[in-house]
C-alpha cells in the first residue's frame, strides 16, 4: 500500500460518470472505476446534500476500506483507502480535482464524455498524480511484465528499461544488471505500472489468501481447449496446477500452499503456476472484504468447536439453529452447513462471484450479528469460563494467523465479549 494509505482514487462527474482512475496499489486486484462508482451511486442519495452543501469532504467507512469523496463544483474525488486516514494528503487532493475541474474537464465536451475511458484517459494529469501521490514501493522479487499495445509502443521502447524488462527477470535483477540505481529504476517502473504498460508476476506475499474461481475448471478437465494449451506451453507448471488446485480451500494462505508443495516442485515454478492461474483469472487473492468475513466465519466455527466443549453439544447445535432459522441472511444460512451431526461452514464457496461489492461489503456484520446472538443465547452458568476458553483459542490461532487490517469492527465483539462477564458477574 502507499505511504499515505490510499489504493486508488476514482474522479466521477457530478451526474456519476467515471472520467478518471488511478491505482496507487497493484495489488489491489479487485478495484476498478465500475467498483467504485458503484459504491458512490450507492451512497450518493444520502450524501449528496451533504456533499453539496456542507461539506467539502464526506467519509463512508466500510471497515476494511475508507471511501473519501470531496466535492468540486462538476466532479467529484473519491479515494479509497485502508488504515488510519492520513488528514495531510487531503489538501493534496483537493488540489488534484481543481486542477482537474479547471484544465481538463473544461475542454471535454458533452459528447465526449460518454466515450471517455476512465483507465486511460488525461495522460499529463496521470503525469501530475504521479509526482504528487506517493505509490506503493514494489517489492525487489516482483517480476514486470509489459502489457501489449500498439498504443504504448513508443513509450516502451524509448524507456531506458525496455531491454531489462523480458518477464523473467526481478526487479532486484534489473537494479543490479541495469546499472542506473535503485531509485532510478523504481521511479520508471512506477511510472510504466501507473500509465498501464506493465503489470507484474511474482506478487503474491506468503500472508496472502488464493481462492479459485470457476474458471480453474477448464484447465483441470484433460479434454479442453484450454488444458491442452496449458500442456503445450508450459509443461513444467502444467503438472503443479491440479496438485494446486486440490488444496485451494478458501482459507489457506499461500505460504502454506507452496510449503506444502514444495517438497516435490521448485518453488520457482509454483509461483509460475500462481501467475498462470492469476493471468486466466482462475484464481484470485482475497480482497480486504472477503478477508474479513473469512476471519469472522473462522471466528464463528472456533466459538461453535469451544461451546462444544463447555456445553452438551445437541444444545449448541439447538442454538445456532434457531439463530440461523430466525433473521440470519441467506448468504450465510448457505454456508453454514449440518453434516455428520455437526456443523460444517463453507469456505470455498463461489457464492461472492457476480455478487454486488457493495453487498460484499457489508457481509461481514451478518456473520458478526450470528455470531454474538450465539454466545448470548449459551447458558449463562458457564458464560464466563466459556469466554475465557474461546478468547485463549483466538489468542491461540486467529491472532497469529491474521493481519491487522483483518480484525477491523472485531474489536467491537471483544468490548461485547468484557460487558457481558462484567454483567454477569455483577448480576
Known amino acids: 500500500m502507499s505511504q499515505n494509505n490510499i489504493q486508488a482514487i476514482l474522479i466521477m462527474q457530478k451526474g456519476g460518470i467515471p472520467l478518471f482512475f488511478m491505482k496507487l496499489d497493484p495489488k489491489a486486484l479487485d478495484l476498478d472505476p465500475m467498483l467504485v462508482s458503484s459504491f458512490f451511486t450507492a451512497v450518493q ?40 486516514w492520513d488528514p495531510s494528503i487531503e489538501q493534496v487532493l483537493q488540489d ?103 503489470r507484474f508476476h511474482n ?20 479434454s479442453s481447449a484450454e488444458h ?21 480451500d478458501g482459507r489457506r494462505m499461500v505460504g502454506e500452499i507452496i510449503e506444502n508443495l514444495s517438497k516435490l516442485h521448485d518453488e520457482k515454478d509454483i509461483f509460475l503456476a500462481f501467475d498462470y492461474l492469476l493471468d486466466h483469472k482462475a484464481v484470485e487473492p482475497l480482497s480486504p472484504e472477503r478477508r474479513r468475513i473469512l476471519f469472522i466465519k473462522e471466528a464463528l466455527e472456533i466459538a461453535y468447536k469451544v461451546a462444544e466443549k463447555t456445553y452438551e453439544p445437541k444444545v449448541v447445535s439447538e442454538v445456532l439453529q434457531n439463530i440461523l432459522t430466525q433473521n440470519a441472511a441467506s448468504e450465510v444460512i448457505g454456508e453454514v452447513r449440518f453434516e455428520d451431526e455437526k456443523w460444517q461452514i463453507e469456505y470455498d464457496s463461489k457464492i461472492f462471484e457476480g455478487m454486488d461489492p457493495r453487498r460484499i461489503m457489508s457481509l461481514y456484520s451478518d456473520w458478526m450479528k450470528v455470531l454474538a446472538k450465539f454466545v448470548v443465547a449459551l447458558d449463562k452458568s458457564k458464560r464466563s469460563k466459556y469466554i475465557e476458553n474461546l ?4 489468542l491461540n490461532y486467529l491472532f497469529k494467523w491474521y493481519s491487522p487490517h483483518d480484525f477491523i469492527g472485531f474489536e467491537e465483539f471483544s468490548y461485547w465479549l468484557e460487558l457481558i462477564c462484567v454483567g454477569k458477574e455483577s448480576g
Open 228 to 248: 491442452q494449451s496449458l500442456i503445450s506451453s508450459h509443461p513444467n507448471i502444467a503438472v503443479i496446477i491440479p496438485k494446486l488446485a486440490s488444496i485451494l
Open 96 to 198: 488534484l480535482l481543481i486542477s482537474f475541474e479547471k484544465d481538463w474537464l473544461t475542454k471535454i465536451s458533452e459528447n465526449e464524455l460518454d466515450s471517455i475511458n476512465a483507465l486511460e484517459h488525461f495522460e499529463p494529469f496521470r503525469e501530475s498524480v504521479l509526482e504528487k501521490l506517493s505509490f506503493e514501493e514494489f517489492e525487489e522479487d516482483w517480476i514486470p511484465i509489459f502489457i501489449s499495445s500498439e498504443d504504448t509502443l513508443p513509450e516502451v521502447s524509448s524507456n531506458p528499461l525496455f531491454e531489462m524488462i523480458n518477464g523473467k527477470r526481478t526487479i532486484m535483477e534489473i537494479i543490479e544488471e541495469s546499472g542506473i540505481g535503485r531509485d532510478i529504476v523504481m521511479q520508471e517502473i512506477t511510472s510504466l505500472w501507473a500509465k498501464g504498460i506493465v
Open 45 to 84: 442519495s444520502f450524501s449528496s446534500e451533504v456533499i453539496d452543501k456542507t461539506a467539502e469532504k464526506f467519509q463512508v467507512d466500510y471497515g476494511a476500506r475508507l471511501f473519501t469523496i470531496f466535492s468540486g463544483s462538476k466532479a467529484d474525488l473519491i479515494a479509497v483507502s485502508m488504515g488510519k
Open 203 to 222: 506478487m503474491f506475499d506468503t500472508k496472502d489468501i488464493v481462492i479459485a474461481t470457476s474458471r480453474i475448471n477448464p484447465l483441470l478437465q484433460s
Open 391 to 394: 478468547v485463549n483459542e483466538y
